[in-house]
């Protein structure tokens, strides 16, 4: 090696050594996670279809429900007017039938009144005695009532007082004191009422 070659070694200047410079973080995008795949992806799409299969069965519990709940209410409507439908055939029917027995029983008052008024003068004997006593039953056994007494008070809604014959020291209210003929009903229905005379207590 000659002596320029030594110099010109020597004489080359040293690197001074650089700052190495990091760089910048790079930015990490969110990923997103890897979509399920074979037994994950059938397990999901059959929750899936669980699900849309419990929420059809409760809309479906739902509409039954509802539907139940109306049909009730039909039927509850449904018997009340059937109740109400039968009371009112029931009570057309007794009116009916009062009204038929009023209609048959009406003129054979007169007939027990002339009955009434052969007993006021003599007992009744042989087959009057007979045919008057089971004419009293049948009467009766259709629901007509003899009303009418010595000594009951007046009473306008079934007596008719065909005269005032004075007071009475011993009666405290107006008082039957004659009966001139009884009276008749049917139920609470006042087919004749009762003819008398009447007396005022004293003090009147």
Same mark, same amino acid.
Do not use: W
């Given at each position: ?11 080359? =200047? ?53 539907? !139940? ?25 007794? !009116? ?26 003599? =007992? ?76 005022? =207590?004293?003090?009147?």
């Amino acid at each position: 090696m000659t002596d320029d070659q030594v110099t010109s070694a020597d004489d080359t =200047p040293e690197e001074e050594p650089q700052e190495t410079v990091a760089p910048p973080p790079e930015e990490v995008e969110d990923t997103p996670a890897p979509a399920p795949s074979g037994f994950g992806v059938e397990a999901a799409e059959m929750a899936a279809e669980s699900e849309v299969e419990v929420s059809a069965e409760a809309d479906e519990l739902a509409v039954t429900k509802m539907a !139940l709940e109306e049909r009730t209410l039909d039927l509850q409507r449904l018997q009340a007017e059937y109740l109400n439908y039968k009371r009112r055939v029931d009570r057309d029917r007794e !009116l009916v039938r009062e009204n038929a027995t009023y209609a048959a029983l009406t003129p054979i008052i007169d007939v027990l009144d002339t009955i009434d008024r052969a007993r006021e003068h003599e =007992p009744l004997e042989g087959g009057l005695k007979a045919v008057a006593e089971q004419l009293d039953r049948v009467v009766t056994g259709l629901g007509l009532v003899k009303f009418g007494a010595v000594g009951e008070a007046f009473d306008p809604t079934i007596h008719e007082a065909l005269s005032h014959i004075g007071t009475d020291p011993e009666v405290e209210v107006t008082t039957c004191k004659v009966v001139a003929k009884s009276g008749y009903k049917i139920g609470d229905r006042v087919v004749r009422a009762a003819q008398v005379l009447v007396v005022d =207590p004293a003090g009147e």
